[in-house]
């Protein structure tokens, strides 16, 4: 710890420094006509050795306003680590010019090998929160700045992994051989339906698992611009999966638990993909009894995961089970300025909408900036309420 203490010392200045800047977001035709027409390493270079560090520091400065006794839980303090690791290591190509004949090659080799080390970020974090929580209780002031860290922090994160992959896809050996069309890790004509079926495959073979069974998936399209024609956008066919894979996933365990004894079988999964002049949509529905309305923001809340805990042995970071897929999904939806919004009927089912831009060029990155703004919001104590609320929860109707 004294080494990373020196560490720290010696690097906060230069961390200051990067964190004056504002990070530059980019949008996806930017990202593909970069690739596609004039794909230069020597750019890409020159461009993210400030740009990472930026970003880096930006979310750096931030993560000092959160809660000492968060900020000294082991997992929080090892992601802490990890960052001033790849910062540190950023730094030495400060200066280096490109025509060094090693440069290139040792910064994506570099890019690597920080990608990799921030593998587990997400669910190191969320032990970190589950640690403090054990330990110091629920403080509803405390889990709001938690709460707009947290979005913050992972959105950050799901950019600096979008300029690593987009470099290494582009200069290095990541190609996939599978995808020649894909520029990067972008789908210049990325089909919306056939992202659907595979995350409804990959969900239904989990579901399967646990439950032997799953309900069937209904698709419809409407493609408002060309009728009649299968619906295609330029995006990141990752992202867009793992959104549908965590709704259909909710959606499965809702109706095989509500329905698993009825004698009509389960009733389908119906996705409703919908492009327009703006935006395009994709709503993935089902019959599984519902949310109440009191409890929809809660299920993006980092704070009230109802998932059980997972293990908190030492050395040991669980991959599951924190209850964050719906908040970070939704996270994915509004890094390029889309958005996830859950509808629910209780009794019923729930609508989930995930909204796209159908414009690449409107599809520009939505990045945290670490400034006055975001001080406060850290610093500003809690008011009180200004409407009445209820002093007890309700009581369940059905039990009356």
């Not at 938690?146 to 470099?167: A, E, G, K």
Request: one cysteine or more; glycine letters at 4%.
């Amino acid at each position: 710890m004294r080494i990373f203490a020196s560490l720290l010392k010696n690097t906060n200045p230069k961390i200051e420094y990067y964190s004056r800047f504002s990070p530059s977001p980019l949008s996806i035709k930017q990202f593909l006509d970069f690739g596609r027409d004039n794909a230069c390493e020597k750019t890409s270079y020159m461009f993210l050795r400030k740009e990472l560090p930026v970003r880096l520091a930006n979310t750096m400065r931030e993560v000092n306003l959160l809660p000492d006794n968060l900020l000294s839980q082991p997992s929080v303090r090892l992601v802490q680590k990890w960052y001033m690791q790849s910062f540190v290591e950023l730094l030495d190509y400060e200066n280096r010019k490109p025509e060094d004949p090693h440069a290139l090659n040792d910064f994506l080799e570099l890019l690597i090998e920080i990608r990799n080390r921030h593998n587990d970020v997400v669910p190191t974090v969320a032990q970190g929160v589950i640690e403090y929580k054990e330990k110091f209780g629920f403080d509803p002031f405390i889990s709001s700045n938690i709460q707009y860290f947290l979005d913050r922090f992972y959105t950050n994160r799901i950019s600096f992994r979008m300029l690593i992959n987009q470099h290494t896809l582009l200069f290095g050996n990541d190609t996939n051989p599978a995808l020649p069309k894909h520029i990067g890790s972008i789908d210049p004509t990325c089909s919306v339906a056939e992202v659907v079926s595979d995350a409804y495959d990959t969900a239904k073979m989990l579901c399967e698992k646990y439950y032997l069974a799953a309900p069937e998936l209904k698709i419809e399209e409407f493609n408002m611009k060309a009728p009649n024609k299968p619906i295609q956008v330029v995006y990141v066919p990752s992202h867009l999966f793992h959104m549908l894979f965590e709704l259909f996933k909710n959606s499965m365990r809702a109706t095989v638990e509500l329905h698993e004894n009825s004698k009509e079988g389960l009733p389908p999964v119906k996705a409703k993909v919908t492009l327009g002049k703006e935006d395009l949509s994709v709503k993935i529905s089902d019959r599984g009894g519902g949310v109440p309305l009191r409890k929809i923001d809660r299920l993006f809340n980092y704070m009230y995961s109802t998932a059980p805990t997972p293990s908190l042995e030492p050395g040991i970071v669980p991959l599951a089970g924190f209850g964050y897929g719906l908040p970070i999904s939704r996270l994915y939806a509004r890094y390029f300025q889309g958005d996830l919004k859950l509808y629910s009927m209780e009794g019923v089912g729930t609508d989930a909408v995930i909204y796209l831009k159908a414009l690449s060029s409107e599809s520009f990155e939505r990045l945290p900036v670490f400034n006055k703004s975001a001080w406060r919001h850290y610093k500003t104590s809690p008011e009180a309420d200004d409407w009445s609320n209820p002093s007890k929860e309700p009581r369940d109707a059905t039990q009356v």
